[in-house]
């Protein structure tokens, strides 16, 4: 299992750069090439969320892109440190900034549904700490020469 890391300052200008690493990785491990723009996308919009979210709420720690090479499957973890308001912290459209909490949220729903449009098999945990958005996408083994 190889994996690559790259963390990067919670600033839009980064995203494409991961876009185009995450790309790179993923043609190396033996993703579809039909498949490689659905990796640029996935990866773009779950990295634009970290950076939202970290700049929403302050938090100045890097936004952390894991990309993992395993033997059937390539994955790419999105990870950010923000956090995540669990069911029952606050009723929705409550207290200070409500209107400003409601519009990222639809925003955060939508970037949500993008990535599950573009990815069969991905997996979304949140909580006090941080969140992470794990998309794995299967791989073909290079042929042997």
Known sequence: MATVE???SALPEH?????????AVARRAGVDEAVLDEVRLAVGEACT?????????????PVLVALIEDEKQFSIEVGDEAPHATSGDRAPGSGPGA???LDAEGEDEMGLAV??????DVEVTAGENGGLIRMTWPTTPAPLL
Not at 15 to 23: D, H, K
Not at 52 to 61: C, D, E, F, P
Not at 115 to 120: A, F, N, Q, R, W
Request: aromatic letters at 2%; zero cysteines.
């Open 6 to 8: 790259l963390r990067f």
């Open 15 to 23: 995203v494409r750069t991961a876009r185009l690493v995450a790309a």
């Open 49 to 61: 969320r970290a950076v939202g979210l970290h700049q929403s709420n302050g938090v100045s720690a």
């Open 99 to 101: 209107a400003d909490d």
């Open 115 to 120: 990535i599950s449009g573009l990815v069969d």
